[in-house]
């Protein structure tokens, strides 16, 4: 299995979301952020996330995998620490790739439901949480694939 570079993974995610039917195949929850993994390759698996108003990933990395994500509808906010607290708003068609140990908390501070699409190199494995301390991260635990999500 080859591991994608970060910004080949983000052509990935950006090629994908040019197929207009993903709009239309994941019933939103109107609380709960839901989910579908929609294709795994040797190379890279790619989900499709739905976020409601208010939903939030909480603070978290994606192991040893390398991600990419884009917005299809509605917009997000990127929380990251490196030192200093950093916000990013990303709306339709923005997209973020990052590379392996990443830490972020993505967030819909909206009012409308929002869309994405995400892939990961190699296939996610395990996610490490953490606790935002204003100064630092606090690791809380390693979540693994198959008995977490």
Do not use: C
């Not at 993903?22 to 709960?32: I, N, V």
């Not at 929380?79 to 590379?99: C, E, I, N, P, S």
């Not at 140990?101 to 993505?106: E, K, L, P, R, S």
């Not at 953490?130 to 694939?145: C, I, K, N, P, S």
Request: net charge negative; hydrophobic share 40%.
């Amino acid at each position: 299995m080859t591991q994608l570079a970060v910004l080949p993974l983000l052509e990935v995610v950006r090629d994908h979301a040019a197929d207009p039917d993903l709009l239309h195949l994941l019933d939103a929850h109107p609380t709960e952020r839901s989910w579908i993994r929609l294709l795994t390759t040797d190379d890279y698996e790619l989900w499709l996330i739905s976020w409601p108003p208010g939903a939030a990933t909480d603070w978290h990395d994606h192991g040893s995998s390398s991600g990419a994500f884009t917005v299809l509808r509605g917009g997000l906010v990127e929380h990251t620490f490196d030192g200093g607290l950093q916000l990013v708003d990303l709306g339709v068609g923005d997209g973020k790739a990052f590379a392996a140990g990443y830490a972020h908390d993505v967030r819909n501070e909206g009012d409308v439901p929002a869309l994405s699409l995400h892939a990961y190199s190699p296939r996610l494995s395990t996610m490490t949480r953490f606790r935002f301390r204003g100064d630092r991260l606090e690791a809380l635990g390693v979540e693994r694939a198959g008995e977490e999500w």
